[in-house]
T-cell receptor
Framework: EDKVVQSPLSLVVHEGDTVTLNCSYE??????LLWYKQEKKAPTFLFML??SGIEKKSGRLSSILDKKELFSILNITATQTGDSAVYLC??????????????WGLGTSLAVNP | GAGVSQTPSNKVTEKGKYVELRCDPI?????LYWYRQSLGQGPEFLIY????????DSGLPNDRFFAVRPEGSVSTLKIQRTERGDSAVYLC??????????????FGPGTRLTVL
């Protein structure tokens, strides 16, 4: 069965700390790995990773994929209270034709205290 | 431009009733996805439309769930004989295409369904 596992499930830090969120996966037909930030109801896209070892960066957030060890990490440096959210990892599967499907992890709930 | 919209934002119903949840994707997006998210869980894939056709409905939990997209734009998720376990936030997402090149999925605000 395809699965995506995130850790930790929850994390509480102080402003200015650096955090690392983990996502490991076991899937049959990997296409890409995606990170989303969910503050209210709708997840918002952060990164898509398809190749090992290439860091994606956006401001204080960065992410990297290891396709050999089947995991990805999301780093947030100099955290701010606005970073408080659930961070979701999803793996996109490659199926026959154009069919697409995302398998989601449970998310890491990050709370950044002032 | 307008994003993905979903109506209603909240729906409370009684066990055994029929409900319809509506999704208006971003104009021009051919791919549309439905997900279900229970409290403390990640979104769970339900069904994916490419145009008018359901390209992948393997996530629908049982035959009480059905979705349509008759004109390739608005989609309706239909749940018959609702059960308390159907209570969740139902998320809709759309992307420009569902083809071989990845296109970001844009999510709507969701419909919170509560089955009493």
């Amino acid at each position: 069965e395809d699965k995506v596992v995130q850790s930790p499930l929850s994390l509480v830090v102080h402003e200015g700390d650096t955090v690392t969120l983990n996502c490991s996966y076991e899937v049959t037909n990997f296409r890409s790995l995606l990170w989303y930030k969910q503050e209210k109801k709708a997840p918002t896209f952060l990164f898509m990773l398809t190749s090992s070892g290439i860091e994606k960066k956006s401001g204080r957030l960065s992410s990297i994929l290891d396709k050999k060890e089947l995991f990805s990490i999301l780093n947030i440096t100099a955290t701010q209270t606005g970073d408080s959210a659930v961070y979701l990892c999803a793996v996109e599967l490659s199926h026959a034709g154009n069919n697409r499907k995302l398998i989601w992890g449970l998310g890491t709930s990050l709370a950044v205290n002032p | 431009g307008a994003g993905v919209s979903q109506t209603p934002s909240n729906k409370v119903t009684e066990k055994g009733k029929y409900v319809e949840l509506r999704c208006d994707p971003i104009s021009g997006h051919t791919a549309l996805y439905w997900y279900r998210q229970s409290l403390g869980q990640g979104p769970e894939f339900l069904i994916y439309f490419q145009g008018t056709g359901a390209a992948d409905d393997s996530g629908l939990p049982n035959d009480r769930f059905f979705a349509v997209r008759p004109e390739g734009s608005v989609s309706t998720l239909k749940i018959q004989r609702t059960e308390r376990g159907d209570s969740a936030v139902y998320l809709c997402a759309s992307s420009l295409t569902g083809g071989l090149t990845y296109n970001e999925q844009f999510f709507g605000p969701g419909t919170r369904l509560t089955v009493l």
